[in-house]
T-cell receptor, first 114, second 112 residues
């Protein structure tokens, strides 16, 4: 595809439910990043993938958050037992092997936990 | 870890210059970035500067880097209403990582 895509674009869920957010990076991009953007806050780094492995998952806020990447492409961020404070925009970015300093962002998934 | 600070709001008149400032703490970064986020959209890389440069100019955009003071600025000349957006300063975490630490973003409001 032409750019990073994310789905769904919006998700409303009830407190305590699990949600899955999907990211489809630019074809050929080996690095993939997840960020969270809360209202009035900057971007908070969550996890970084190089290929299918995650050398840096230091930003995951709790064990309710997990992510996986398969086939070196699509990634899924899962939030279990959602809480109201999980409400935010979840952004995904990818970068190429030869240009890791340049990240290309998707449009984000806006999550609202009621 | 890296700490990146920006002022939250800037209001300018159309046609004037805008200057958005950023300060950071880690001096080992190789690249420093400016991203733009328009309403309802993801982040778009606007420009970046390599740490051995003092200035980079790209059409209406000028980036200034003062490594001694750990200060980065973005100047937009002849600001237009289409420039209204949130501008994020981003500096890599350091230790050879490309993962950037973002500031909170500066909301630029351009009025006629």
């Amino acid at each position: 595809g032409a750019g990073v895509s994310q789905s769904p674009s919006n998700k409303v869920t009830e407190k305590g439910k699990d949600v899955e957010l999907r990211c489809d990076p630019i074809s050929g991009h080996t690095a993939l990043y997840w960020y969270r953007q809360s209202l009035g806050q900057g971007l908070e780094f969550l996890i970084y993938f190089q290929g299918n492995s995650a050398p840096d998952k230091s930003g995951l806020p709790s064990d309710r958050f997990s992510a996986e990447r398969t086939g070196g492409s699509v990634s899924t961020l899962t939030i279990q037992r959602t809480q109201q404070e999980d409400s935010a925009v979840y952004l995904c970015a990818s970068s190429s092997p030869t240009g890791q300093e340049t990240q290309y962002f998707g449009p984000g998934t806006r999550l609202l936990v009621l | 870890g890296e700490d990146v600070e920006q002022s939250l709001f800037l209001s300018v008149r159309e046609g004037d210059s805008s200057v958005i400032n950023c300060t950071y703490t880690d001096s080992s970064s190789t690249y420093l970035y400016w991203y733009k986020q328009e309403p309802g959209a993801g982040l778009q890389l606007l420009t970046y500067i390599f740490s051995n440069m003092d200035m980079k100019q790209d059409q209406r955009l000028t980036v200034l880097l003062n490594k001694k003071d750990k200060h980065l600025s973005l100047r937009i000349a002849d600001t237009q209403t289409g420039d209204s957006a949130i501008y994020f300063c981003a500096v890599p975490k350091g230790g050879g990582s490309y993962i950037p630490t973002f500031g909170r973003g500066t909301s630029l409001i351009v009025h006629p």
